[in-house]
């Protein structure tokens, strides 16, 4: 489990290997992730777009940009949780995935919120620094 807290706004990720829809003989490696945003803070906001800096074993960069989350744009009350599962292929055995969400309050101030950084580990293999 990952964690990271920006402006009272705790994201936590716990990545997972999908071996079902990997192939390692097709260099094809594929992990599931599950994000909880919980906002702990006393300001309504809004995910707006998100940023995500991908990383392969072999230094190979991915970023990704886009409004929301899977096709969402959620806004947490004080005091909400909000979940989702996404994922991400790779063409090696291990990588690491970190990046933010944008997030708004409702007078229009934006501000970003930091996702973890966290290791894609093919279970069984040696971790690898990434």
Known sequence: MYRALTRDIEVTVE????EEQSDPDDSRYVW?????IA????????LIARYWHITDQN???DEVT???VVGEQ???EPGDTYEYSSGCPLDTPSGMM???????????????VAIPAF????PGQSRTLN
């Open 15 to 18: 990545p997972y290997y999908l």
């Open 32 to 36: 599931g992730y599950r994000i909880v």
């Open 39 to 46: 906002n702990h803070s006393d300001v309504t906001v809004t």
């Open 59 to 61: 230094g190979l960069v």
């Open 66 to 68: 886009g409004p929301g």
């Open 74 to 76: 959620p806004t947490l």
């Open 98 to 112: 970190f990046g933010y969400y944008q997030m708004q309050t409702p007078a229009g101030e934006a501000f970003d």
């Open 119 to 122: 290791s894609l580990d093919t």
